[in-house]
């Protein structure tokens, strides 16, 4: 894997609701540059083995009733990677209270989804247009950024928003070269269909740049620089394993979960120009060529 950039904001107390794959990379970036780490997941089990294994403080929230004690004391930055309910962000909705009553508190970064653009038959989707959400998963999501960025109005918070494409990397499951090896890889062949993907490191860099340049009300489309058929990159890792791709099934005979089928019902191109421009962001996977060759590296 490539060397990552080094976080370029003060080390400060970064707190993570949702330590799931994305976050918890990012996470271990912070903590070995010398921040305080802390935030939650939702099961009390795996609280306790994550805090034992990462040395951070990790506890339990899963959505439904508030933490007794939240632990936001000195909390510098907030990340919220929960997928909202039809009540909203979760974080908002139990502890808006407590967020706004943190006063070390100067950035908060939401981890939205594309979703809240609806289907661009392929066109375009850029930041500064209004959201178009086709899906209750989309319109919830664009309720909760509204929600965020509403709350902390004139607190001198900056929040700032991130939607996010189709996460991969490294790990079991998490990428097109895993998959071929555990013979789960698929081909959905879908006509026109075209999706933009991102590498999980890279949505940690982006972050950090974000941290470094904060405006409140920032959205911000977090891609690689080629959005593609959705069998490209498998077909890319099979080369790179010189192992035959799998032969294309069609959408329609396809036994896809509610959750993939309303990816495929959306189709759209991320623009991505603003994390360059006023992030300063020079992806370290542009494309799925870097990041999947990336992956095999010895």
């Known amino acids: 894997m490539r060397a990552l950039p080094e976080p370029t904001v003060p080390a400060g107390h970064a707190y993570f609701f949702g330590l799931g794959y994305t976050a918890l990379r990012l996470a271990r970036r912070l903590k070995a540059s010398g921040w305080l780490v802390s935030g939650t997941v939702r099961d009390p089990a795996k609280a306790d083995a994550l805090a034992a294994a990462e040395g951070i403080d990790v506890r339990a929230f899963d959505g439904t009733r508030p933490m007794a004690d939240p632990g936001l004391e000195g909390v510098t930055h907030v990340i919220d990677s929960i997928p909202p309910e039809a009540d909203g962000a979760p ?155 799998p032969a294309p099934m069609s959408y329609d005979s396809a036994d896809l979960s509610p959750m993939a089928r309303s990816f495929y019902a959306e189709c759209k191109r991320l623009d991505t120009t603003r994390i360059k421009q006023e992030l300063g962001v020079a992806l370290s996977y542009p494309t799925y060529r870097e990041g999947l060759s990336a992956l095999e590296e010895p």
């Open 91 to 245: 974080p908002l909705v139990r502890h808006r209270a407590d967020l706004l009553a943190c006063a070390t508190l100067g950035w908060v970064g939401y981890l939205s989804t594309p979703a809240v653009y609806g289907d661009r038959q392929g066109g375009w989707a850029r930041e500064d247009e209004a959201p178009t959400p086709g899906s209750p998963r989309g319109e919830r999501r664009a309720a909760a950024e509204r929600d965020w960025i509403a709350t902390f109005e004139r607190t001198g918070v900056a929040v700032q928003v991130f939607r996010i494409a189709g996460i991969y990397g490294p790990g079991a499951g998490r990428n097109p070269v895993e998959a071929l090896k555990a013979g789960t890889a698929r081909i959905i062949d879908k006509p026109g269909q075209v999706f933009n993907r991102i590498h999980v490191d890279d949505i940690g860099s982006i972050l950090l740049a974000s941290m470094a340049r904060p405006r409140h009300g920032g959205v911000y489309n977090v891609a690689d620089d080629e959005a593609c058929a959705p069998g490209d990159p498998i077909r890319y890792a099979a080369r790179l394993l010189g192992v035959p791709a």
